[in-house]
């Protein structure tokens, strides 16, 4: 209806479904180690071979090792990546740095809290098998200890409070060159609807409304989780519509800084921006039964580069193939325009 009153401004809309694999397929990467270490104060350190970037990687490391050890989240220290510590770490990248590194905190935890059992089965008067680590207490038999009591028994029963963890993400290997093999231990999956508006007379736009459902699996952390399919979503954004490479004829990259490189700014947020994380849908082969998410939502994006197609397209006849450069600049969509409203 809207495009059918407007001469010079044209809406879109499309729909971009997502399948993205996790997994390094150069199988040899698929690993990760960590070192936990337990104080008998009740606090715990933790080194991880992943490596924090802004994603929220070490809160999601402090989130598993809270939940195994049963302690408050600020009776965790998570340690600056250093090879000192967790040695061969392998490259945080491939959406997989929650998967192997969580994996290896987690092993790592458990080792602990197995040598802890028959101390704390012990004091308690219960089986090992009643023993639960909760809320800074170990708790069995109808009575509970604080954790840092039962860090002191072990202590002074000469049980080590320390231990490595590793993981290795099985059943993955792929031949490249014979393109045959498991690359993915998993999918991600997503989708995303986006409505636009386009000025045929200018070439500019505007992303009115972004709805987003993204597959996280059981969510580590949802915050994060959610900030993380947002930002993914708008990267994209600026990958197909603001970020215009250009080189000079002899080969000097011409668009070298923020002066004239253009990247999405916080303006350029749709302002109906709804994302939901798919309920209800444990993934049981990774730890806490997530799922990794930090580039599958960057694709969702594809679904503006659609949007702005179908609104170029309402500029002409709907059989007309529409012809757009992408990144889709302001200069990019004026001349799509212009090809689809030739006569």
Known sequence: EFNATHEHVKRGLAFQPVKFGISFTVSVLNQAGALVVVYTDGSAQINHGGTEMGQGLHTKMAAIAADTLGLPSDRIRVMHTNTEKVPNTTPTAASSGSDLNGAAVLDACRKITDRMRPVAAN??????????????????????????????????????????????????????????????????????????????????????????????????VPSIDRGQVEGAFIQGMGWLTDEEVLYHDDGRCLTVGPSTYKIPSFGDTPPEFNVALLERAPNERVVGGSKAVGEPPFLLAISVAHALRHAVQAFGPEHRQVELSLPATPEALLRAVQAQTRS
């Open 123 to 220: 004091i308690l008067g219960c089986s090992e098998a009643d023993i639960r680590f909760e809320a800074g207490e170990i708790r069995g038999g109808g009575e509970s200890k604080p954790f840092a009591e039962i860090a002191n028994a072990c202590w002074a029963q000469h049980v080590s409070l320390s231990a490595t963890g590793f993981w290795a993400t099985p059943g993955v290997a792929y031949d490249r060159e014979q393109g045959q093999g498991t690359p993915f231990y998993y999918f991600a999956y997503g989708g995303a609807v986006s409505e636009v508006e386009l000025n045929g007379l200018t070439g500019e736009h505007r992303v009115r409304r972004v709805d987003i459902l993204h597959d996280v699996g059981n969510p580590l």
